[in-house]
Structure formats: C-alpha cells, structure tokens
C-alpha cells in the first residue's frame, strides 16, 4: 500500500460521503485514517485547529438533521460549543494531508491534491 503520510480523513464511519473518500484512498492504494468524531472525539485542540483552518459559518452542516433539530436560538447565535457539543454538525468529510486540508472533500479534490 502506498503511503499517503500522515493524510487523515475527519469524519464519522456512517457518513456516505466519508466512506467515499475512504473507499477511494484504498483503490488508489493510499494508507489513510479515519478519526471518527463518534468513536475517537473532538477535543478542544482539533476543534481549535479546525476553526483556525475554516471560518465557523463554513464547518458547520446547515442542512445536517442534526440542525434541523437544534432549538431556533442555537442557530441564530451558533458559536464553538456548538461543534464542540455537536460534532456531526461539522461538513464532512475534512482531509488534511501534508498541511493542507480539504473541507466536504470529495475523491475529486483528493485526488488533485496527491498530484
């Protein structure tokens, strides 16, 4: 399997579209990992590191069903707890190889960047 270094896909396992760029890493023979929010977190540094790679308005899913959900002051107001408390309401699947990072990446853009 080649190596990809270090390239980390931000997700959940469930998530159709991470599962995509997953398959995609394994048909093109890239060793990639997955940190699901779910099973592995998000604690304060990653999310930190998130928002100091994308603005706020654009991590968050407004058209995830966990949004649609949220009392309507949640949403008039939607700050860093929110991800922090919500982290499925993070756009996904986040790449982040070598530096760089791809936010709702898709095999595509994956693929542009390993070139």
């Not at 977190?41 to 930190?48: I, R, V």
């Not at 308005?57 to 309507?72: E, F, G, P, V, Y």
């Not at 860093?80 to 993070?90: A, G, M, N, W």
């Not at 190889?97 to 994956?110: F, I, S």
Request: charge should be positive; proline fraction near 4%; include cysteine.
């Amino acid at each position: 399997m080649r190596e990809a270094h270090d390239l980390t896909v931000y997700g959940i396992a469930n998530c159709d579209k991470v599962r995509a760029v997953m398959k995609w890493c394994r048909e093109h023979g890239l060793s990639c990992q997955l940190h699901d929010y779910r099973r592995d977190g998000l604690d304060e540094a990653l999310l930190d590191q998130l928002l100091q790679q994308f603005p706020l308005d654009a991590l968050l899913n407004k058209r995830s069903s966990t949004w649609r959900t949220l009392a309507q002051e949640r949403k008039q107001h939607p700050d860093k707890s929110l991800l922090r408390e919500y982290p499925t309401l993070i756009k996904r699947p986040i790449v982040h190889w070598q530096g760089n990072w791809l936010l709702a990446a898709t095999p595509k853009q994956l693929a542009e960047l390993l070139q």
